[in-house]
């Protein structure tokens, strides 16, 4: 299928600059973390740049579970990065609580003309 400047959706590119190796860490219960580690295109470590830390949780609400997912800004391992995480998840749920109130907010003040 193509699109409207004739390439394929499926032509998708690579970037080989910025490739990662992905590592999760869970304690079965409330969260995980997921380590990014920068690799070469051969695999190696890149040692070049630092790892990405990133957190996942599911808050409960009347209507089910909200997944919630943060960067851990900082984290130079996993012990920093579980201890961080709290914050990191407070961060973006107070970010997704922001962006709801704009919505709703936008959304009572469109005039609506019968």
């Keep these: 299928m193509d699109n409207a400047n ?4 499926t032509d998708i590119k690579i970037n080989i600059d910025n490739l990662y190796k992905e590592e999760a860490f ?3 219960t409330f969260a995980t973390i997921r380590r990014l580690t920068p690799v070469k295109i ?3 470590i890149d040692e070049s740049r630092e790892a990405i830390f990133t957190g996942m949780t599911q808050l409960m609400s009347p209507n089910g ?3 919630v997912q943060c ?3 900082g984290a130079k391992n996993i012990s920093e990065a ?3 995480l709290p914050a990191a998840i407070e961060k973006s749920v107070q970010a997704m609580i922001a962006e709801a109130q704009e919505m709703e ?3 009572s003040s469109r005039i ?3």
């Design 26 to 28: 869970t304690d079965l």
């Design 112 to 114: 609506v003309v019968p």
């Design 105 to 107: 907010r936008k959304e």
């Design 42 to 44: 051969d695999g190696s």
């Design 65 to 67: 579970p909200i997944p």
């Design 82 to 84: 579980a201890t961080k």
């Design 6 to 9: 004739g390439t394929k959706i």
């Design 71 to 73: 960067l851990i800004e």
